[in-house]
């Protein structure tokens, strides 16, 4: 499975909801508004707390209030805190109807 696609006509901006995959991998997906679209693993890189309970963005970072790793939204980079690994961050196409999230 290279893509899956989901619905974003119920996403309200600000929401912030967690997907689980056939395989069991859990990713995060985080809606800003007008089109802003972002999505992570689920589990935090530093000790695995659940990001669509303790993850939050802030400007352009994803900080897990676990601990306060702090995270690039746009390559998943640590930016400081406790991680010192980066998250995985989703590939998004967003069309009129759906968000597609490339698994790649
Ligand atoms: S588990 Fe996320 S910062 Fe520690």
Redesign the pocket.
Known sequence: MEYIRISRTDFKTGEKRKIILPNGRELVVFYLGVDRFFVFDNK??????D?SK?GVIIKEELV??????HFSIYSGEPKK???KKPIKVYRVQVTKDEVVISLI
């Open positions: 935090c890189p530093h000790l695995g707390c990001l303790y897990c209030q676990c601990h306060f790793s805190g406790a991680s």
